[in-house]
């Protein structure tokens, strides 16, 4: 039999730089109001000229395996899930497994872009499952300040920078993914994209309809298949676009809003990131409980979604 995958732990790392909606305002042609009414966004952490991405993973990672007393040489792989890596190449994994101290064990990158958290979930646990490595580390980082348009006030506004790390292992205890999904359409990928070099382009309405549509449907499917009804949910950690997409998902699925946890106003969207940023702040906040049953539900530029109900 498979061995169970158990998430043991999630931390994450922000930029000490905020950029409140009001800072926003001497910059473009916006509103507090707009963003806050529009979003949900009250302000969002960016980096400064200098300051890494890849620093905000080992920064992330390295306390999680503190927190979790877990020796480094235990680490089986290192995957990261991210839309901006620092590099074309050497990868960002390549780079944060250095500084962690980490060289030796199989690192690379992968790109869901919002979707990247539910991606490196399901890739972690086929690592596990298949009996290859027993330990699984899992970061998702983002620069998105670094590829918006400062210019453009329908895009700028929505991004933050921000990373999480997560650890996978196989326990047998019965914490673990209960089940998961992830899928992709590319005949969407003129809704959102970066071409190479250049900024975020996208198709705010486009994006909105198709993702409340996928996440539903993810969410329904994974909820089905972990042989649950939404009334064995303890709380959704849905990702961080946009508050009324939430909402909008939760109305879908039947879910009253306050099953929806939701802290977008202080990080903006933070991509791969928004996900594990959003589980450890309702971790800290009492919120999740062990023994609890999460849904994770995300939806990105692909487009990409993805969604998993996991015990924790
Ligand atoms: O992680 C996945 C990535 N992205 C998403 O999930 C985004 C999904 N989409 C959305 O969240 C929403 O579509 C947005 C927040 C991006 C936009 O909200 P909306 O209600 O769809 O607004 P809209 O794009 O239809 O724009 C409405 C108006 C327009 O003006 P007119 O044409 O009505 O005069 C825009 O020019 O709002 C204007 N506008 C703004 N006004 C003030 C657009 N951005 C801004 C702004 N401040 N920042």
Redesign the pocket.
Known sequence: MNPGVTLRGVRFAVPPKVLTNFDLEKI????DE??RT??GIEERHVLNAGESSSDLGVQAADELLRDLAVDKSTIDALIVATATPEMLFPSTACIVAHKLGLGGIPSFDFSAA?SGFLYGLNIAKGFIESGQYKNVLLICVESLSKIVDWKD??TC??FGDGAGAALLSATGDDRRIRSILIGADGQYQEY?YVPLGGTIA?S??D??QV?CRKMTEAAQTVIERAGLTMDDISLVVP?Q??TR?INQVAKLLRLPEEKMFVNIQRYG?T?AASIPIAYREAELAGRILPGDTILFVA???GFTWGAAVVKV
């Open positions: 473009v042609d916006t509103t707009w963003i529009r979003t919002c006030r329908s506004v929505l959102l996208m705010g309405r994006v909105f993702a990702h676009a946009n997409i969207n991509s939806f990105g530029g």
